[in-house]
């Protein structure tokens, strides 16, 4: 309990520290909460996120808390991972490049009752991070006018959950979240020869709230070696009990004046119920193969815009639309006892499209193709190779019509550190 302790605050600090940081620069970010986490750890990603009827005994599956059931009662898993991007952004015939890295994850699971697994971590929500600008002539003038929009922030999850294995085809499971974090959004407008040169509206809120998430997996042996998985997950949706605020200001460079008015919006913000189905194929410990499908209903939530015909600020309706998420993927494994070292490696592989949940003047937002690929490769230690080293590269596509088009590789790497730090030795 003593390394357990010590290695989890430690890594969790680093999480903590590390999301510090945004880790986009999509423009995208702007709408909603900003764009939403994958949540997946180091050893799906290079399946591209499949993980609702995944049950592996040896990672951490936090996207369906039925599967911490499945974890071996004699090791402890703490699995990290960061990731790194580049993002090239296209409008009309303009182009321009964006890179960032961000540590994104922290989480550990051990078996505590003989049926009962039980996870505890640290995962991102949603990543806000974005800066440009546009000009233009005031009406037949010589005057320019600038404006510039800019935003950071972004929500995150702690969590703590247990599976439990009621019959021995049948888990369930349970997530409990403290969901945390802030944004500030701003739009600049300055024009090149007037007296009122700056007029800014600052977009800000605090959250403090919870989630719930909830997991049931069946499975079962349709013959030797052939294990068949279904994986069903539900999350609660609620009001997060947040203000956001809205302040406006306008400097005056004559006078040397400023005058700000403030706003504020109570119960802003949502979160919608989620739905999610997965199954999964497993033939022996070579070959998993799998398809997941996800809904958030973000159409039914509101969220706070000002309206600018008559100055009000306050939530709205149409702005968010249902999102849609479909993935394929499957690892293999060639040979797991062999003495030769690639025989051993798991071989990843994945695709996924997913629709927007937002949108944009008054049009769905751009939709997303993504493809990865990866590699587990075991760690060998003095006692077993049974930690393991995740790499993956994932290149995604976000685009539609007459928006913005973003491309983006990205790069993680994860580590699973997989000790037997329950087994009890003998000595004769």
Request: glycine share 8%; hydrophobic share 25%; charged share 15%.
């Given at each position: 309990m003593k390394k357990l302790f010590i290695s989890i605050t430690f890594m969790g600090v680093m999480a903590v520290e590390g999301m510090a940081q945004s880790g986009t620069n999509s423009p995208y970010s702007q709408y909603g909460l900003g764009v939403l986490s994958e949540q997946s750890q180091g050893f799906n990603r290079g399946m591209n996120g499949l993980a609702l009827g995944l049950r592996q005994s040896n990672q951490v599956n936090f996207l369906n808390p039925a599967s911490y059931s499945s974890i071996d009662s004699l090791t402890m898993i703490i699995d990290a991972g960061l990731s790194g991007q580049v993002t090239n952004f296209k409008e009309g015939g303009t182009k321009v490049n964006a890179s960032n890295a961000d540590f994104e994850y922290i989480a550990a699971c051990f078996r505590a009752l003989p049926r009962l697994g039980v996870s505890v971590g640290i995962v991102p929500f949603t990543n806000i991070g974005?800066?440009?600008?546009?000009?233009?002539?005031?009406?037949?003038?010589?005057?320019?006018?600038?404006?510039?929009?800019?935003?950071?922030?972004g929500l995150h999850q702690a969590y703590i959950g247990a599976g439990w294995s009621v019959l021995p085809y049948l888990?369930?499971?349970a997530n409990f979240s403290y969901v945390w974090g802030s944004y500030s959004k701003t739009v600049t407008v300055s024009n090149s020869d007037s007296y009122v040169n700056t007029i800014s509206r600052m977009y800000s809120s605090h959250f403090n709230s919870y989630k719930f998430d909830f997991g049931v997996q069946l499975y079962h042996e349709v013959a030797p070696g052939e294990q068949l998985a279904l994986g069903i997950t539900y999350g609660l949706g609620h009001n997060l009990g947040n203000n956001?605020?809205?302040?406006?200001?306008?400097?005056?460079?004559?006078?040397n004046t400023t005058t700000l008015d403030t706003v504020s919006v109570a119960d802003?913000?949502?979160?919608?119920?989620?739905l999610g189905a997965g199954i999964s194929w497993k033939h022996g410990k070579s070959l998993v193969l799998g398809?997941?499908?996800?809904?958030?209903?973000?159409?039914?939530?509101?969220?706070?815009?000002?309206?600018?015909?008559?100055?009000t600020y306050a939530r709205r309706s149409g702005l968010l639309t249902d999102r849609n998420k479909y993935t394929f993927g499957g690892e293999w494994v060639p040979n797991p006892i062999s003495r030769r070292f690639y025989n051993r490696i798991h071989y990843r592989f994945g695709a996924s499209y997913a629709t927007p949940y937002f949108k944009v003047n008054g049009l769905d937002g751009p939709k997303e193709y993504s493809v990865s690929a990866g590699f587990g490769i075991p760690i060998q230690n003095a006692r077993n190779n049974r930690s393991i080293l995740?790499?993956?590269a994932q290149w995604?596509?976000?685009?539609?019509?007459?928006?913005?088009t973003e491309n983006t590789f990205r790069i993680n790497v994860g580590i699973t550190f997989n000790e037997r730090w329950f087994m009890k030795w003998k000595v004769q």
């Open positions: 974005y800066n440009y600008s546009t000009q233009d002539l005031v009406g037949t003038s010589s005057t320019i006018s600038t404006e510039t929009h800019s935003g950071s922030g888990s369930v499971g956001a605020d809205l302040i406006h200001s306008s400097s005056n460079s004559e006078t802003a913000h949502s979160i919608p119920s989620t398809f997941d499908y996800s809904l958030q209903k973000w159409g039914g939530e509101k969220m706070p815009e000002l309206n600018p015909a008559d100055g995740n790499i993956s995604q596509r976000t685009s539609a019509k007459e928006l913005i």
